[in-house]
């Protein structure tokens, strides 16, 4: 891959790679990267601890343990508030940019006028990221430089897994406010599960998934209010055995989301999501071979 100018010092995302892959499955964490450019952070008009209000903080740390069941792990070292790799490649706000956005941008979806947009307008409480708008050039350095490569990696893992198992399973990690609720309800979540409502992965592996977590103690939501976002939906193909699901955390069960630090859950919580992703894997284990029948 190029090397990206913001990206001089770091890779802008990074595979841990499992000493072998035994099993199908790729974990991903797209929002989870805490390297961010000086030039970024100058273009911000907020300041380095409010920037990071929209960040999935140590989901990538939660999660590492996978490389030692077998399963690559790609996860992004560039945050959310600079580029949002959970969305369409150009799915832009017009009011951000110096100039016109070309033709095929897609500038009206629910999630561009929430300002959450590829290039995000805003992070946290609706805090607006930029002191002024942007060049085109920006944009467009950001999505050539680094959300094409990041899903040119992603999409080479989940090919290679299905080349090689002949089924393939994506896992896409993300943290959640603690404020979030069900829709039109005062209970909060501990976990959302979103498989695109039954389009982007097989049943079992929802219901393994919400199972195990609720055995556990939490409460488990089922795509409501998340679904699964860009991610989830582009790569799920059940159909052609690639499955695609999303976990959502809450960030109370592990840290603190004004310091942005862990809490005393954190340990157990990265144990919990040891234990699920094991038990998700055992789901896609291939049967026992029978015992050979006496002549």
């Known amino acids: 891959m190029t090397e990206h100018p913001d990206f001089s010092q770091t890779a802008p995302f990074e595979v841990a790679q499992p000493q072998r892959q035994t099993v199908p499955f790729v974990f991903n964490s797209p929002h989870s990267g805490s390297t961010y450019p000086q030039r970024f952070l100058d273009m911000a008009r907020l300041d380095p601890h409010a920037i990071r209000r929209s960040e999935d903080c140590f989901v990538d740390d939660l999660f590492a343990g996978v490389t030692a069941l077998g399963a690559p792990f790609l996860k992004a070292n560039f945050p959310r508030?600079?580029?949002?790799?959970?969305?369409?490649?150009?799915?832009?706000?017009p009011r951000m940019f110096t100039t016109s956005l070309p033709p095929y941008a897609n500038t009206r979806s629910a999630r561009v006028a929430g300002g959450l947009g590829t290039i995000p307008r805003l992070v946290g409480e609706g805090q607006e990221i930029y002191a002024a708008k942007l060049p085109l050039e920006e944009a467009v350095g950001r999505i050539e430089g680094v959300y094409k490569p990041y899903h040119d990696r992603?999409?080479?893992?989940?090919?290679?897994?299905?080349?090689?198992?002949?089924?393939?399973?994506?896992?896409d990690?993300?943290?959640?406010?603690?404020?979030?609720?069900l829709p039109d309800t005062r209970i909060r979540p501990d976990f959302i599960i979103g498989d695109r409502f039954g389009m982007s992965c097989?049943?079992?592996l929802s219901e393994?998934?919400?199972g195990h977590l609720a055995s556990r103690g939490?409460?488990?939501a089922h795509n409501k209010p998340y679904a699964g976002g860009f991610i989830t939906e582009h790569y799920g193909r059940p159909a052609r055995g690639i499955h695609a699901l999303q976990v959502e955390i809450n960030r109370s069960l592990y840290m603190d989301e004004e310091r942005l630090v862990p809490n005393d859950g954190y340990d157990q919580l990265r144990r919990d999501l040891h234990e699920l992703a094991a038990s998700l894997i055992d789901l896609f284990a291939p049967p026992a071979e029978l015992p050979v029948a006496a002549e």
């Open 81 to 93: 508030a600079y580029l949002d790799v959970n969305r369409e490649p150009w799915e832009l706000d």
């Open 154 to 171: 992603l999409r080479s893992l989940i090919g290679a897994t299905h080349k090689a198992f002949g089924v393939a399973v994506l896992i």
């Open 173 to 181: 990690c993300h943290s959640m406010p603690a404020t979030i609720r």
């Open 202 to 204: 097989r049943a079992d």
């Open 208 to 210: 393994a998934a919400i």
């Open 218 to 220: 939490y409460m488990v």
